[in-house]
Every structure is written in C-alpha cells, then in structure tokens.
C-alpha cells in the first residue's frame, strides 16, 4: 500500500514537472497533479484497452506508432475530466499534448522501474 502512495506521489511530481516544461498544459497545484495522476492510471486501466481494441487495425497499419495517439488521448481525456487541469486548445495542442504524454509514459515507467525492484 505505501508503495502505491510513493508511485502515485512521484507520478504527480512528473506531471507538475512536465506542466513546468509545456506552457500549454497548466496544473492549478499539487494536489490536482496527484489526483490526475489517479485518474490517469484509472483511465489507462478501464478506457485505454478498449481503445486499443477498436484501433487494432490502425496499430498494426502504423507498426506500432498510434500508441502514440492512445496516449495523447488518455492524457487529454484526463484533462477534461479533472478541474484544475488543462491542456490548452485541444485538439490545436495535440503535438504538445502528444509529447507530454509520452514524457509521462516515461517517467512511469522510470517510478515503476525504479520501486519495483526487489531487495
């Protein structure tokens, strides 16, 4: 459990990181990033399949490559969903939205690396 609360408060630092690097995507404080980064994992767990499912054929045209845009659609459907969190004139900011998805991939990728290593 106090894994889980470490890996949620790191993705919620990442998120304020990358609203600090994109002035398209604002985030009113640290407490909406943390909640963000909650509904974030929420919509990647029960959304996300099911939009990899409808757009199989497209994934397997693009070799892979519209994970990208899966991404930035999580990411901008989180924005919606959340008070405090935007991300500028969507869809006008997709490429920032995209880039600040795939930065957000990384870095939890790097927490889920990182805390999940066995001692």
């Known amino acids: ?7 949620l408060l790191l993705n919620g630092a990442a998120l304020l990181l990358i609203s600090q690097w994109f002035e398209a995507i604002t985030l009113s404080s640290f407490g909406v990033a943390v909640w963000a980064a909650f509904i974030l994992g ?3 767990t029960f959304i996300r399949p099911i939009l990899v ?13 519209f994970w990208f845009v899966i991404n930035t659609l999580t990411f901008a459907l989180t924005a919606y ?3 405090g969190f935007e991300v500028g ?10 880039m600040a998805a795939v930065l957000m991939s990384l870095f939890g990728w790097i927490i889920e690396g990182v805390l999940s290593k066995k001692k």
């Open 42 to 44: 929420l919509v990647n």
């Open 1 to 7: 459990m106090i894994r889980w609360i470490v890996k």
């Open 81 to 83: 969903l959340i008070d």
């Open 53 to 65: 499912f409808f757009s199989l054929p497209l994934h397997f045209l693009t070799l892979g490559l």
């Open 89 to 98: 004139n969507w869809p006008g900011s997709f490429w920032t939205v995209l």
